[in-house]
């Protein structure tokens, strides 16, 4: 039987489960090799997977295919990039300017993510006293998406460098869909166990027990 068909999980797929996290990655490098609609699905499916604030799943992907709003996405983020780089100086400055922070022009698949605030679905369970527990559930489902993607060989870049009205106002959604994330998606250009933003000595990832706190 299957790993996980009677709701049980192997050893062995408990191992391969921590590899998978330990290789899912942002990625910015992209081959620009199509990825067939099958597959683009299958991720999605995968996604819809995910537990969402009274079971409302407030997720809403958009696949942004028409060259117009495309555009529009790569020249907010060349505002907010040349903005964000006016907030370091000397080196940090210097380290800005090298990184590549989205993967726009590679990317065969993008897809924009949106959180419909005032969705019916879910009777406003949970979310009384959290809305922003809606968003959150979103949140899940793109954590889902990302390694769902991995899964299946395909890197996710998520793009947050944008102005969330020039994104939402290119795609013409809903006043009530809350923009989330920009997502690039696509075959990475290379694999790698260890962050960019690491490797590039931005960030390393630090020692996870000045995160753990017991009351
Ligand atoms: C909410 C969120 C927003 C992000 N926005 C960007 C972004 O705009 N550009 C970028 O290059 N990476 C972005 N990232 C990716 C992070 O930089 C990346 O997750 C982090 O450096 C750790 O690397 P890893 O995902 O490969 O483990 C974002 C990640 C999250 C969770």
């Given at each position: 039987?299957?790993?996980?068909?009677?709701?049980?999980?192997?050893?062995?797929?408990?191992?391969?489960?921590?590899?998978?996290?330990?290789?899912?990655?942002?990625?910015?490098?992209?081959?620009?090799?199509p990825i067939d609609e099958a597959t683009v699905e299958s991720i999605l499916?995968?996604?819809?997977?995910?537990?969402?604030v009274g079971n409302s799943q407030p997720w809403r992907w958009v696949e942004v295919r028409s060259p117009e709003p495309r555009a529009v996405v790569k020249e907010t983020f060349a505002r907010c990039?040349?903005?964000?780089?006016?907030?370091?100086?000397?080196?940090?400055?210097?380290?800005?300017?090298?990184?590549?922070?989205?993967?726009?022009?590679?990317a065969p698949v993008h897809i924009a993510v949106f959180c419909e605030d005032e969705?019916?679905?879910?009777?406003?369970?949970?979310?009384?006293?959290?809305?922003?527990?809606?968003?959150y559930s979103v949140v899940t489902a793109i954590g889902s998406l990302w390694l769902s993607a991995r899964a299946r060989g395909v890197g996710v870049g998520w793009i947050s460098i944008v102005e969330p009205e020039a994104v939402c106002q290119a795609l013409d959604v809903p006043a009530d869909w809350r923009f989330v994330a920009y997502l690039c998606i696509g075959y990475p250009a290379e694999l790698a166990a260890i962050p960019e933003l690491q490797r590039t000595g931005w960030q390393a990832r630090t020692d996870p027990k000045a995160r753990y706190f017991v009351r």
């Open positions: 039987m299957a790993s996980g068909a009677d709701g049980q999980f192997s050893e062995d797929f408990i191992e391969e489960f921590d590899e998978l996290l330990r290789w899912r990655r942002d990625v910015r490098h992209f081959k620009t090799d499916r995968s996604a819809e997977l995910s537990p969402s990039n040349a903005d964000a780089l006016n907030g370091y100086r000397g080196e940090r400055a210097q380290k800005y300017l090298s990184l590549k922070l989205a993967g726009l022009d590679e969705t019916l679905q879910g009777h406003g369970l949970g979310r009384a006293t959290m809305p922003e527990t809606l968003a």
